[in-house]
């Protein structure tokens, strides 16, 4: 079946230092790829996402690019703030009987000190 | 435009009890996914309601069961519960034919003793 493999953190950065996120994927097809982000106590928001080979998903300063050669979808941002600490989960999208459903990887907390 | 609810917030319930979780999609929405998250995991597929019928299913047992109301709305009935039942349980919604796109509730916390 489908799954979704992401570095485990914590991951603890400085302010303004570069973030790097491993994910990468086992997938029948070529499935749309997410970032969901989790602040304590909320629930999941859709951070980017990517529907196809080479597209790159991006939002508030984070990159991702769908690498099918890798099966690969890493999420990167340049410089982290404080306001970025959070749980991002990696997932992707598999179509079935109709409608889609999601599968996430384990998520990789981030904590990010002034 | 209100999203996605869920209620109650927080839960505890003990051992061999039932529980009803409860769900209202974002306003246009017609179908509503539920997911598990264990302390420390991703979120987990436990089934979608579309059209008041169950569309798919995760490897849940059939403890967990739902239901979807004519308004959209939904509930996830837990019986006989378990220690390992414990887990934030998110509720998303989405429109059927609108691709993968899921908006998801701030969950029900469910403490199981």
């Known amino acids: 079946g489908d799954s979704v493999t992401q570095m485990e953190g914590p991951v603890t950065l400085s302010e303004e230092a570069f973030l790097t996120i491993n994910c990468t994927y086992t997938a029948t097809g070529y499935p749309s790829l997410f970032w969901y982000v989790q602040y304590p106590g909320e629930g999941l928001q859709l951070l980017l996402k990517?529907?196809?080979?080479?597209d790159k998903g991006s939002n508030k300063g984070f990159e991702a690019t769908y690498r099918k050669e890798t099966t690969s979808f890493h999420l990167e941002k340049g410089s982290v703030q404080v306001s970025d600490s959070a749980v991002y989960f990696c997932?992707?999208?598999?179509?079935?009987?109709?409608?889609?459903?999601?599968?996430f990887g384990k998520g990789t907390k981030l904590s990010v000190i002034p | 435009d209100a999203g996605v609810t869920q209620s109650p917030t927080h839960l505890i319930k003990t051992r061999g009890q039932q529980v009803t979780l409860r769900c209202s999609p974002k306003?246009?929405?017609?179908?509503v996914s539920w997911y598990q998250q264990a302390l420390g995991q991703g979120p987990q597929f436990i089934f979608q309601?579309?059209?008041?019928?169950?569309?798919q299913r995760g490897n849940f047992p059939d403890r967990f069961s739902g239901h979807q109301f004519p308004n959209y709305s939904s509930e996830l009935n837990v019986n006989a519960l378990l220690l390992g039942d414990s887990a934030l349980y998110l509720c998303?919604?989405?429109?059927?034919?609108?691709?993968?796109?899921?908006?998801f509730g701030s969950g029900t916390q469910l403490s199981v003793l």
């Open positions: 997932a992707l999208a598999s179509y079935e009987a109709g409608s889609y459903q999601l599968t």
């Open positions: 990517a529907t196809k080979a080479d």
């Open positions: 306003s246009g929405h017609d179908t």
């Open positions: 309601y579309y059209e008041e019928e169950e569309r």
């Open positions: 998303a919604s989405s429109l059927q034919g609108g691709g993968e796109k899921l908006f």
